[in-house]
Each structure stands twice: as C-alpha cells, then as structure tokens.
C-alpha cells in the first residue's frame, strides 16, 4: 500500500503477487546469457585449440543475439510471449546443446561451430525486455515502475557478476560443455516458467483493456478507427532516440573502459587486481541504482538522463589521471554511480514514448544499443591504446557519453505524449 506522503519502496515492488512469480522465472532465464558466454568461448577453445577462432565465434554470436533482439521482440509484441517465446527458446535451447555435443571432444569444424553459433544468436530469446513490458503492464504507477526497472537493472547486473562464476565453476569441476548445456537448461525452465505464470495473461487483459480505453471514437454508434497491422520491425524516430543514442553512448564507455582498466593494471605491474576494479564499478552501479530508484523525481527522465550521461563522461575521463590502481578503483566506483541510473531511466523514456504495440521492441532497441556499444567501445579503443597516452584514451573513452549528452541539450526535439494507463492500482 502506498500513499501521496509516503512513495512506494521496493518491498511494493516484490510483494505485488503477480509479479513476483514472473520477475523470478525471468530472471532464472537470463542468469543463461550469465554463463553462456564464458563457457561457449572455454569450450570452443578446447574443441578448436584457436583462441582466434573461438573470440571470433563468441563475436558473430553477440552480434547476432544484440542485432536481431528488436526483430525478435517485435515478434512478441505482435504474436504475444505466449506463443512468440517457446518456440524460440526450444530453437535455441536445441543449437545449445548441439553446440555442446560437439565441443564435448576436439576437432569439430570450426564452420560447423560458426554456423550453430549465430544460428543460436539469432533466435535468442529477449527475456530483458519481456520482463520489463510486464513491469510496465503490471505496474501503472510510474514511482513504482521506476522502482521495478531500478530493481531489474540491478539484478541484471548481478547475473552478469554471478554468471560467469557458475561457468568458472563447472568449467573447473567438469567441463566447459557443462556450462554450455547449464545455460541451456536455465533458458528453458526460466522462459516456460514465465510464459506460464498468471502475470502473462494478466498482463494480457490489461493490455486489452488499456486499448480499448484509448481507441478513438467519433460519436454514437461508430466504429473504432482501423489499427494499422503491426510490424515486427519498428523505425527509431522521435523522442525514442534520446534512450537509445544515449544508451549507445554508454555502452561505448563501457566497453572501452573494460579494455582500459586491463591495460592500466597491466602497466602498474597488477593484473591480477583488475578483479578490484570490475567489482568496484558493479558495486557503484548496484547501490546508486537502488537510490536513484527509490527517490521521486519531479524532474523528467529527458532532463535526468543527459545529466547522468554528462556526470558519466566527466567521471571516466577523470579516471584516467589516477596516480595508481587505488586511485582508479575509487574513480571506477564513482562511474558505476551513473551507469544503472542512466539504464533504467533510457528504459523507462522508451516505454514512456513507444507505441503499445511495439514496447516490447523499444526496450529491446535500448538494449540491443547498449551492447553494440560496448562491442564497439572495447574494439576502438584496442586500436589507440598502443599508440596514446592512457589518460588521453580515457578521455576519448568518455566522448560519446558528453557528446550525446551536449546533443540532448542542444536538440531537445518536440515533447512527446506519453501512452495513456488506466489509473494506478494503489494496493499492488
């Protein structure tokens, strides 16, 4: 129960009985894209003995699981998760483990490996998404819904920590495979789990309801205006461009701050202590998120989010002057502070501004830019690193943030109409 004087806490969020089901099974799902990488590049290694061979399969498999994600949720908001996610999960699942059968012994064909490899990525399914158009039906109040997506960042965040762990671990105590046919499991229990809890069909009646709230009318007796089909495919356009250029731009930083913190850590003698600066990174992102989530903003996500990106940029070029590996562990720590905050609010203006019946696919575009970015931040930056200063890198590191933040102020476009919500439900 939550009231004017009092916002709603987190404890709201998790106790909402619906969801809570949901939330676990999704995030049971998703702890798959935790171990699959890790395991996926140990286990193509082993079979091919070529480290090259094995980054470039890990590669074309992000990159199709990232590029094709807006296709494949498009797909879910036009078919609905009932009917769109099993079959893509039983395909996936199914190159997973074939995956595994053939790199349980060496000597497999790497074509062979390549071709299963993006045929698995391509038909992942979106479980990030999923979940947060759910949050987004479920949840109504907008203070609550800032407090789910907080909270759905940060756990996602935790997976990614958590995840490669659990790889590490079967990979030592069995074989890489293991890990391979693990993510294939927990993708499957997860994502049946999910379609099959009555947070889906809830959300389903909501979602009718909400539209025929908002269908035009023209007077007594006349007929709705016709819906124009929807497309799997959905144009980035308008006030859904600040969310994702900006998460691009933070994925840029990222990814090449992961490459930067190596290397800064190599030339200080201290490689092994690189885990530090990871940790503290996460562990700034993971407490500012839980805070940013719990205040009650009176100021607009289109306003925050460039500020957040500017405070991102200012911090990382910053760390680049860091005298030692302490010095950059506490820098580190001060960029996480922006990095879960500046998510969930590019999550929250997409589903804010999308159209109903592509919400699914524009949280998928932010997702999709978010982890192209850090692809393409980690591969810029390893081709200036040998040839400038560190510090300069850094700085460069940090350009995208400040320049999509500069390019929000500077172009802030039209306002645009949020969707239309039946009234909040003040006892979830």
């Known amino acids: 129960m939550s009231s004017p004087s009092r916002p709603p806490s987190y404890r709201a969020v998790l106790s909402h009985p619906l969801a809570r089901r949901a939330f676990g099974a999704a995030l049971l799902g998703r702890l798959s894209y935790g171990t699959v990488f890790l395991s996926l590049t140990l286990a193509l290694t082993g079979t091919t003995g070529s480290y090259a061979l094995a980054g470039g399969v890990i590669a074309l498999f992000g990159l199709t699981n990232s590029l094709l994600s807006p296709l494949r949720a498009g797909l879910i908001d036009r ?144 007929d709705p205006a016709p819906t124009s089909p929807r497309r799997p495919w959905m144009r980035v356009s308008g006030a859904l461009l600040l969310p994702v250029a900006t998460s691009a731009a933070v994925g840029l930083c990222l990814g090449a701050l992961s490459l930067l913190m190596v290397v800064f850590a190599e030339r200080h003698h ?14 700034g992102s993971a407490v500012a998120g839980l805070t940013y989530g719990a205040v009650s903003w009176r100021v607009s996500g289109r306003v925050r989010l460039p500020v957040l990106a500017a405070g991102l940029g200012l911090a990382l070029a910053a760390a680049g002057a860091s005298p030692n590996l302490y010095a950059l562990v506490a820098m580190t720590c001060v960029v996480g502070l922006f990095v879960a905050p500046a998510l969930t609010t590019a999550y929250l203006l997409a589903d804010e501004f999308a159209k109903p019946e592509n919400r699914t696919q524009a949280g998928a575009w932010v997702n999709t830019a978010f982890n192209t970015g850090a692809s393409m931040g980690t591969a810029a930056i390893g081709l200036l690193v040998d040839g400038l200063s560190l510090s300069l890198c850094f700085v460069l590191a940090a350009t995208p943030a400040l320049l999509s933040a500069l390019m929000a102020v500077g172009r802030p476009g039209r306002p645009a109409t949020p969707l239309l919500r039946p009234p909040a439900n003040r006892q979830s």
């Open 79 to 222: 078919y609905g998760p009932r009917r769109a996610l099993p079959p893509m999960t039983a395909l996936y699942a199914l190159l997973l483990i074939c995956l595994a059968v053939l790199t349980w012994r060496p000597g497999t064909s790497g074509w062979l490996l390549t071709a299963l490899a993006i045929a698995a990525g391509g038909c992942a399914p979106p479980l990030g998404p999923v979940m947060r158009t759910l949050w987004s039906d479920l949840l109504p109040d907008r203070q609550l819904l800032q407090r789910a997506y907080t909270l759905d960042t940060v756990a996602e965040e935790l997976l990614f920590i958590t995840g490669p762990l659990l790889a590490g671990l079967l990979a030592a105590l069995a074989t890489p495979a293991a890990g391979v046919i693990l993510s294939a499991a927990l993708i499957t229990i997860g994502t049946f789990a999910l379609v099959s809890s009555p947070a889906i069909r809830a959300a389903q009646s909501l979602r009718a309801d909400t539209a025929s709230v908002v269908a035009p009318y023209e007077g007594p007796g006349a």
């Open 270 to 283: 201290q490689t092994t202590a690189v885990a530090w600066v990871e940790a503290a990174l996460s562990a």
